[in-house]
């Protein structure tokens, strides 16, 4: 179940709503260590937070003259990441993006770089939310 | 945490240690999660650089590498990995996107073992890590075992080959391995075709070689096969071919699977062998063992075909004294010269190839034919076909032929003669051991005939055989062994009851038993034994006069047997001489005593003997007078001193007139001789009585003493004849006592 804020229509910036994580990947996780007692829905959790803080930096550093190979690196492992841990609408852009710059034209760099902020951003805050409540 | 996996097996008891290679944290601990839940050991690397660090000292069993990251991707760590010493063979599982079909071909290129998606399906991942895990562990014992085999076959010089015939267009071809090429002397990686290989068969095996391959392949039977190669450096080697038809799904044969090996050093061990068991050591030839085998051989031959095949004993004559007086190294070197003399007189065949014999046609029993070794100086010639025994006996001619020339052994020429004895079958025996019997036979006839000769085995021969021969053997050692003796018998004077002399008698103590002289004399006589036994008894009698001249004053002589061949040698005067001054007794001691055949047979040649022996005091008496056809002209020049009257004579003495009248007529002789006269054989006092009455004085027989040892011969004097305590002492005193006067009557009285 994805969150109706984070399709492409979705506005922009820190009044957006706030993102929830999927909660069949989040079941997933918990069943690694069902009783919890390793604390491995945190530890990943974590892991994600750390690894997506990054990328964020370094997309928004490709937010001018963007470089495709990096963009798309970017693209591709949070695509896994993200879906791991439900963030379902940021994976889905990660795979959209890469798709479209491994087809061979990469045209407006730009318009994907910002998708991949925003939805990285909504996603951030929702790992946040759940760490932190 | 499960603890029986449903993975594990026996080779899996500890848990796989994987090493995780994945820029995406999130990923990496999720994974390393869920395989850990699995069984696994994990140590996780966020970068391919990290990965490198880590396997510069440890080996895990099993990497994952995502196959894309940032700076170094997983493909480029795989290539880096795969040159780290040790990590040739680790099994690589590429992690790959789903739709990433580029990822895959590129992660089997950069040596990766493997791909697996992406995905959060770990139970998925940990099995294909099982799977990859066992067939690496698979892989590696197949690598040892393949090593194993390599050093095995290395070992045994041994390879395996491959070869598919052509078909439909494609080439024939040969696919050796490296320890295939190595057997036939060529590096592990050059291209070597049947062609090749073939044109190293030398030109001789070559063609009955493809003639068996080539009836191999159209019957796609097995080839089992030796063949001799001569390898590129010259070497020959012997190669074991050994392989089996293979056959494509419509069941046509297509080409063969199969080892070489180089046999060289076991045939030549075997034939090292081989010819240890059917060849004579020292002269090269078959021996027994291959003779009697190729005489089976040639007999069924002979027997199939209807004709005769020819057995020839060969023995060489006296070859013991070679041996005796050359050495034993001598000796053998004349039976060296001697097998390969006589390996001339056939068409020797070396070597007889087993089966070979129904393979080679109707001719083939030629190649039978040898001469061997049957052991000591004895070799036999294989004639596997004569037509008639003509044939055999001109190989026997021709054996006897070339050793007529000396042989040179020991620094110097001898000369060897031999005996052939030649049996054919069918006729002289249905099988070997008849026919080697029956040679036997004929070449002991040689022998008794005086050797140097051939025979042909007639059954009139048979029944003269071997026993003779051991007893000629076992005579000529007699003297060396001391096993012959003299036993004596005393000539009595009956008037004067004393004993005036003695006849020294022959006997053999073979084996505990005692030979009587009548089965081992004429051997003797035969086989020329007869020399060293006289010139033997010679000595001893002259040293028994010594001891009884120096017991009790014997003064007589003692008579000794000597054949007419004796006579005729010229040393024989200059032996008696030799023999009384050893023991210095006068020559007169000595008495010898020749029959009346032996001297009447050879009278010319015996003569001046005769003379020369009187010259010196010896004096000479006919034996078994009175049997022979003696011409009495002769008889009155002859220098003899007394005559034996023939014991057949004194046995019918009263019982038949004419035997009376004889002895009558030979004392009537010998006393106008001015000769002695004794008579032999007296057995009984009515013997004595007539014999006395008729004027013979001097006997001997049985009725005194049988022919008794020296020291017995003394204890008879001393206890019978000194006390006159015998029946036939004093029956003859009272009688007349005659005119034969004994020249030696008036010698003194023992004691």
């Known amino acids: 179940m994805t969150l109706e804020s984070s399709g492409p229509d979705a506005p922009h910036g820190g009044n957006a709503p706030l993102a929830t994580l999927d909660a069949a990947a989040l079941a997933r996780l918990r069943e690694l260590d069902p009783d919890g007692r390793h604390g491995v829905l945190t530890r990943v959790l974590a892991a994600f937070e750390t690894s997506l803080a ?51 034209a990469p045209g407006d760099l730009h318009a994907d770089v910002e998708r991949l902020v925003s939805d990285g951003e909504a996603a951030l805050r929702a790992v946040g939310a759940m760490l932190r409540p | 945490m499960t603890p029986a996996h449903p993975y594990a097996d026996a080779g899996l008891q500890v848990q796989p240690e994987v090493l995780l290679v994945d820029d995406d944290e999130v990923n990496l601990l999720l994974t390393e999660l869920a395989l850990r839940e699995r069984g696994f050991r994990i140590a996780g690397a966020s970068s391919g650089e990290q990965a490198l660090a880590l396997l510069r000292d440890w080996t895990p069993d099993i990497v994952v590498l995502d196959a894309l990251m940032p700076g170094m991707d997983g493909f480029d760590t795989c290539r880096a990995l795969r040159r780290l010493p040790g990590h040739e063979n680790v099994p690589v599982l590429m992690l790959t996107g789903l739709d990433d079909d580029a990822s895959i071909t590129r992660a089997y290129q950069a040596g990766a073992t493997d791909f697996f998606v992406k ?60 320890e295939a090429l190595r057997v036939f002397g060529y590096g592990p990686h050059e291209a070597v075709g049947l062609r090749t290989l073939l044109r190293m068969v030398p030109h001789d095996d070559r063609r009955g070689f493809l ?39 419509h069941g046509h044969g297509v080409g063969y699977a199969g080892i070489v090996q180089d046999v060289t050093d076991r045939r030549v061990a075997e034939d090292k062998i081989r010819q240890l068991a059917n060849f004579d050591a020292l002269t090269g030839l078959p021996n027994r063992r291959q003779l009697i085998w190729r005489a089976e051989r040639a007999l069924e031959q002979a027997r199939r075909m209807g004709h005769q095949f020819a057995l020839l004993l060969i023995d060489l004559d006296r070859f013991k004294i070679i041996n005796d007086t050359l050495g034993h190294g ?40 040898a001469v061997g070794r049957l052991g000591g ?97 076992a005579l000529h050692k007699a003297i060396e062994r001391d096993e012959l003796v003299l036993h004596y018998q005393p000539k009595i004077d009956v008037r004067a009851a004393r004993m005036v002399g003695a006849e020294a008698l022959m006997r053999w103590q073979r084996g505990g038993r005692l030979v009587p002289p009548g089965d081992f004399i004429p051997l003797a006589e ?164 007539v014999l006395h009455r008729l004027g013979c004085g001097v006997m001997q027989g049985f009725l005194f003493s049988r022919a008794v040892p020296a020291d017995d011969l003394q204890r008879w004097l001393e206890s019978t004849v000194l006390p006159r305590k015998a029946p036939w002492i004093g029956r003859a005193s009272g009688s007349d006592p005659g005119t034969d006067a004994h020249r030696a009557a008036g010698g003194r009285q023992y004691r």
């Open chain 2, 211 to 249: 003639r068996l391959l080539h009836e191999a392949l159209r019957h796609a039977s097995v080839v089992a096969t030796d063949v001799p190669i001569v390898l590129l450096d010259g070497r020959q080697r012997i190669i074991h071919v050994e392989a089996e038809p293979e056959f494509n799904e």
């Open chain 1, 54 to 104: 990054r990328m964020l930096v370094q997309l928004r550093a490709e937010l001018g003259a963007g470089d495709p190979g990096v963009v798309a690196g970017v693209a591709h492992t949070l695509k896994s990441s993200s879906a791991s841990v439900g963030a379902l609408a940021l994976a889905a852009s990660c795979a959209a993006v890469e798709r479209r710059l491994r087809s061979g």
């Open chain 2, 330 to 369: 001598a000796g053998d070197e004349a039976l060296v010269e001697v097998g390969r003399r006589l390996r001339a007189c056939v068409r020797h065949s070396e070597q007889v190839m087993e089966g070979a014999l129904e393979a080679a046609g109707v001719r083939s029993h030629r190649s039978l034919e």
């Open chain 2, 526 to 689: 035969d086989t020329g034994l007869i020399v060293p036994l006289s010139e033997w008894a010679l000595r001893e009698a002259a040293k028994q006069a010594r001891v009884w001249q120096q017991a009790f004053g014997f003064a007589e002589s003692i008579a000794v047997n000597l054949p007419s061949r004796l006579f005729e040698r010229s040393d024989l005067v200059e032996h008696i001489h030799q023999c009384v001054t050893a023991v210095t007794v006068p020559h007169r001691m000595i008495q010898l005593e020749i029959t009346e055949d032996n001297l009447m047979k050879d009278l010319q040649n015996v003569i001046p003997s005769l003379h020369r022996l009187n010259e010196i005091g010896v004096e000479i008496s006919i034996d078994d007078f009175g049997t022979g056809y003696s011409s009495l002209a002769y008889l009155t020049t002859l220098p003899i001193s007394e005559l034996k009257v023939d014991r057949s004579f004194v046995r019918d003495l009263g019982v038949t007139p004419q035997s009376s009248a004889v002895v009558t007529a030979i004392i009537a002789l010998a006393r106008s001789l001015g000769l002695r006269v004794v008579a032999e054989g007296v057995e009984t006092l009515r013997q004595m009585e």
């Open chain 2, 377 to 473: 100086d004895e070799f036999v010639a294989l004639l596997p076909e004569v037509a008639a025994e003509e044939d055999a006996e001109r190989v026997a001619q021709r054996v006897l032929e070339t050793l007529r020339e000396p042989i040179f052994v020991g620094g110097q020429e001898c000369f060897v003669t031999a005996s052939v004895g030649v049996a054919l079958y069918p006729r002289d025996g249905a099988s070997v051991v008849d026919l080697l019997r029956n040679s036997d036979v004929a070449m002991y006839s040689v022998k008794v005939q005086g050797k140097n000769s051939s025979a042909i085995y007639s059954p009139q021969l048979a029944g003269r055989g071997r026993e003779k021969l051991e007893l000629e053997t």
């Open chain 2, 119 to 178: 995905a959060t399906q770990w139970g998925l991942l940990a099995g294909r890590l099982h799977y990859l895990l066992r067939a690496s562990r698979t892989r590696i014992e197949l690598e040892r075992s393949k090593f194993k085999l390599a050093r095995a076959q290395d070992l045994a010089r041994m390879g395996s080959f491959d070869w598919w015939r052509s078909e439909r267009g494609d080439a024939a071809g040969l696919v050796m391995s490296p």
